[in-house]
Each structure stands twice: as structure tokens, then as C-alpha cells.
């Protein structure tokens, strides 16, 4: 794949990295002033940033990060609203009236592993709905990192009392060694990463 001249390219992030940073801040305000719906279509136009197909992974990555801090932010907001009488199941249908499907799934895979976490979700369901989404991102870079914050987004699922899982835990899941919802998260998850 050909990307544009390198100053084409600092020139683009360049522009790209301004929007990001305007679309954050109207996002934090009408989080702050409680605007459920104007945060939402800041946050939509943010991760619309990411849509593009002109930057390198090295500058894609770049971008990337400075979406994955807001996106912490919107996630913090997606929980506090939980408290106030929204349920997530509420959350997850209203993100998917995104009009872009790449935002879409940046904002279903937040509110998703909040709501699997939650404890009042179908977390095989929801996780192999998300995975599925994701591999409907065809350019390489943009599903790489959408799948990468799917990832990174539901790790702690795979946490067993106070522990994470490491290596040897994975192989005792593989081999059935522990059983409930870790072993279907696990392959749901590991079917989704490209072979």
C-alpha cells in the first residue's frame, strides 16, 4: 500500500491531531453539561479521525493514541451515566445510530465491555457480536487498531479473583482446565485475530 510524501503525511496528522483535539473538548463540555447526545456526535466525529486512509501505521498510531485518551474519558461518562438511572443495555442501542460504521464500533466496543462487566449482559453474545463487527473493518490499519482497543477494552474479563491470567493460565483454559465464561471469551476473542 502507497501512503502519501511524509510532509503530506505531518501535514494530515497535523490536521487530523487539531480535529481530534476540538471534537475532544466539545465532547468533555457536553459531558460536563450532561448532553448525552452531543457528546456522543463529538465523540462520533472524533473517532471519524480515524477513518482515514493516508497516514502510515507509524502516523496512524500517533493519532490513534491521542483518540484512545479521550476515549477513556467517554468511558468514565458512560459509567457515571449507569448511576444516574441509564442502563448500558439503553447505552449499546444508542450508539449504534452512529452514522459511520468505524465510530460505531469504537463506541460499541466502549459501552459493550462496560456492559459485560456490569454483569447484566449475555458477555459471550456481546463479546462474539463485537468480534464479528470488527472483522467487518477491511483496510488493514484501521482494523489492526480497532482491534487492538477490542483487546486491550475486555482484558479485564480475563481476570480470575485478583489475578490476571498469564500464559500458563491461558494453556489450563485452552485445555480445560477452567471452565464458565473464560474458556468461550477466550476462543470468541482469539477468533477474531486474523491467522
Same mark, same amino acid.
Given at each position: 500500500?502507497?501512503?502519501?510524501?511524509? $510532509? $503530506?503525511?505531518? #501535514?494530515?496528522? #497535523?490536521?487530523?491531531?487539531?480535529?481530534?483535539?476540538?471534537?475532544?473538548?466539545?465532547?468533555?463540555?457536553?459531558?460536563? $453539561?450532561?448532553?448525552?447526545?452531543?457528546?456522543?456526535?463529538?465523540?462520533?466525529?472524533?473517532?471519524?479521525?480515524?477513518?482515514?486512509?493516508?497516514?502510515?501505521?507509524?502516523?496512524?498510531?500517533?493519532?490513534?493514541?491521542?483518540?484512545?485518551?479521550?476515549?477513556?474519558?467517554?468511558?468514565?461518562?458512560?459509567?457515571?451515566?449507569?448511576?444516574?438511572?441509564?442502563?448500558?443495555? $439503553?447505552?449499546?442501542?444508542?450508539?449504534?445510530?452512529?452514522?459511520?460504521?468505524?465510530?460505531?464500533?469504537?463506541?460499541?466496543?466502549?459501552?459493550?465491555?462496560?456492559? /459485560?462487566?456490569?454483569?447484566?449482559?449475555?458477555?459471550?453474545? /456481546?463479546?462474539?457480536?463485537?468480534?464479528?463487527?470488527?472483522?467487518?473493518?477491511?483496510?488493514?490499519?484501521?482494523?489492526?487498531?480497532?482491534?487492538?482497543?477490542?483487546?486491550?477494552?475486555?482484558?479485564?474479563?480475563?481476570?480470575?479473583?485478583?489475578?490476571?491470567?498469564? /500464559?500458563?493460565?491461558?494453556?489450563?483454559?485452552?485445555?480445560?482446565?477452567?471452565?464458565?465464561?473464560?474458556?468461550?471469551? /477466550?476462543?470468541?476473542?482469539?477468533?477474531?485475530?486474523?491467522?
Amino acid at each position: 500500500m502507497a501512503f502519501p510524501l511524509a $510532509e $503530506e503525511q505531518d #501535514k494530515f496528522l #497535523k490536521e487530523a491531531s487539531q480535529s481530534v483535539k476540538k471534537n475532544a473538548y466539545f465532547m468533555r463540555k457536553a459531558m460536563d $453539561e450532561d448532553n448525552l447526545r452531543e457528546a456522543l456526535r463529538y465523540s462520533a466525529a472524533m473517532l471519524g479521525e480515524l477513518r482515514t486512509s493516508f497516514l502510515s501505521p507509524q502516523k496512524y498510531y500517533e493519532l490513534y493514541m491521542q483518540v484512545f485518551d479521550e476515549l477513556g474519558n467517554l468511558e468514565a461518562y458512560f459509567a457515571d451515566e449507569q448511576s444516574k438511572g441509564r442502563t448500558l443495555a $439503553e447505552l449499546y442501542e444508542l450508539v449504534q445510530h452512529a452514522g459511520n460504521v468505524l465510530p460505531r464500533l469504537y463506541l460499541m466496543v466502549a459501552v459493550g465491555c462496560l456492559y /459485560i462487566k456490569s454483569g447484566n449482559a449475555k458477555s459471550n453474545e /456481546i463479546l462474539k457480536d463485537l468480534v464479528e463487527m470488527t472483522k467487518g473493518v477491511q483496510h488493514p490499519t484501521r482494523g489492526l487498531f480497532l482491534r487492538s482497543y477490542l483487546c486491550q477494552r475486555s482484558r479485564y474479563l480475563f481476570c480470575i479473583g485478583s489475578t490476571n491470567l498469564n /500464559i500458563t493460565a491461558l494453556g489450563a483454559v485452552a485445555s480445560g482446565g477452567y471452565s464458565g465464561r473464560l474458556r468461550p471469551l /477466550i476462543h470468541c476473542l482469539w477468533s477474531g485475530l486474523p491467522t
